[in-house]
């Protein structure tokens, strides 16, 4: 059971791609109008050696859509059972595709905020996949139904001075915290924090005894 | 869209009372909403708006005729407009008898060789969906009876999302507790995935109890962004004049309490956060 909002019972065909309204409802001219703006941005970015194929890839992807949106408007037309809701229905999707358009103009303007960001800050990983606290969504921990759910096992090994320390490590982040935190939460939110500090991690292995070349 | 299934396993902790409320607050941000009564029992939802609907009519088209493909009209018809702001597709007393019907429906489309298409479980979803429901509404909101059976199913089918008062005691938590191991059943029987929109300690005593009970309902994972206090004098006010809260403290109080307004504010909050989780 999952907390938070369940799937979309009236999601029809494919209930696991969690069709997003506002791309559905937009189609069209007015869709290669806001993905030009929009791929236009991301070649501003400093990534031209990839910008070729990461375009490619987008536009694979907008084709898929297009084609799920188009199989999801017939089957909302087929159930319109009377001449009345199919008409009611048509003037909604209409007004619905005005909003969107704009919304979407206004989310990709955002993304693109957020992703430029993201990346003057960091260019390793990426912005963690659940909704979380800062964006309204229902926070990551809230929605696992345990703490190994999403969590792929990966093997470290660790000298016993460290492991030692692990304890210790993560009292000092409970503490600091406020809460009780699992050693699972501790190691991969301290791994993703070295993400974002790679002198630490470089000045670490230098004391270790790793030398540059040049 | 948003869609819920009030739900609580512990009778008597003012499930309907509460979900009357907030059809109400719904209604009252400017959301178009449709409550659906899938509760056979005279107490339900269709009683306490006080809508005068043919229940003991079997001949009358009524929902189960529509869960059973053998409707009399469309589901349009059968919807009512209370007088608080949102429409109620009212009970039956077919109701009691779904189950059996289910069954020999099922049996019906079996011997037509259509049985295939014919979920008992999903039948609620499926007729909704038929006559265009989703799209004439902001907010579905299904108030089932207390037991597990197929209204229940065919209510968490049609929603997938649930809100669920709890009776702050040891008892209520473990309720909670049976209701994650049905929902599990339910979420592989109709390969959905069920959410949980807000849990809702419902007749707290103390404050210190509320914050107590808030803690144990949010440790276990869920959004609980308020707790109810106990208000018996409110809630039963409301099955005696057949009305909302909000229209009952309005119209049948003669001063207001604070005590009351504060409840009634809770719940208000109670529907935004729902929308919210919902994503409205």
């Known amino acids: 059971m999952k907390k938070g909002s369940g799937s979309d019972p009236f999601a029809e065909p494919e209930p696991e791609s969690e069709p997003e309204p506002d791309t559905n409802e937009n189609e069209g001219g007015n869709e290669g109008e806001t993905d030009s703006e929009t791929e236009e941005t991301h070649r501003d970015e400093p990534e031209e050696r990839d910008a070729e194929t990461s375009s490619n890839a987008r536009s694979d992807e907008d084709e898929d859509t297009e084609t799920e949106s188009a199989e999801l408007e017939t089957t909302f037309d087929e159930t319109a059972s009377t001449d009345e809701s199919t008409a009611t229905a048509a003037g909604q999707q209409s007004s619905e595709r005005e909003t969107a358009v704009e919304s979407e103009r206004n989310s990709s303007e955002t993304e693109t905020d957020a992703q430029t960001e993201s990346r003057s800050r960091n260019t390793i990983v990426d912005e963690p996949p659940q909704a979380g606290a800062a964006d309204g969504g229902v926070p990551w921990v809230y929605v696992r139904d345990n703490v190994k759910q999403d969590r792929e096992m990966v093997q470290f090994y660790l000298r016993d001075y460290v492991v030692d320390a692990e304890d210790e490590f993560v009292d000092a982040v409970s503490d600091e915290l406020g809460t009780d935190v699992s050693k699972t939460d501790v190691r991969e939110a301290a791994y993703e924090a070295a993400m974002y500090n790679v002198e630490d991690v470089v000045e670490r292995l230098e004391a270790w005894g790793f030398e540059s070349r040049d | 869209m948003l869609t819920y299934t009030t739900y609580s396993e512990a009778g008597g902790v ?192 103390r404050t210190t109890d509320q914050e107590r009970y808030l803690e144990e309902v949010r440790e276990r994972g869920y959004p609980a962004p308020v707790a109810l206090r106990e208000r018996s004098s409110l809630f039963e006010g409301c099955w005696d004049q057949q009305c909302t809260p909000a229209h009952y403290v309005e119209t049948h109080r003669s001063r207001t309490r604070d005590h009351e307004m504060e409840t009634l504010e809770k719940i208000d909050q109670l529907a935004g956060r729902i929308e919210e989780v919902g994503g409205l």
């Open chain 2, 14 to 205: 003012g499930k309907t009372t509460v979900g009357a409320a907030l059809l109400e607050a719904h209604a009252a941000h400017g959301l178009d909403v449709l409550a659906i009564d899938m509760d056979q029992q005279n107490g339900s939802l269709t009683y306490l708006l006080d809508i005068d609907a043919p229940r003991d009519d079997s001949q009358a088209d009524n929902i189960v005729r529509h869960l059973i493909d053998r409707p009399k009209g469309s589901v349009e018809d059968l919807v009512f407009e209370t007088e608080h702001g949102f429409d109620l597709l009212p009970s039956h007393n077919m109701l009691e008898n779904l189950e059996d019907l289910l069954n020999r429906a099922q049996r019906m489309a079996d011997d037509l060789g259509e049985g295939d298409e014919f979920d008992p479980y999903d039948r609620l979803r499926q007729v909704l969906m038929d006559a265009g429901i989703p799209q004439e509404y902001d907010v579905i909101v299904i108030d089932p009876p207390a037991t597990a059976g197929p209204h229940l199913y065919n209510a968490v089918s049609a929603t997938r999302s649930l809100v669920i008062p709890v009776e702050p005691t040891g008892k209520g938590m473990q309720s909670v507790i049976g209701l994650e191991e049905l929902v599990d059943g339910l979420e592989e029987r109709l390969e959905a995935e069920i959410g949980v929109l807000s849990a809702v300690p419902n007749g707290v005593g």
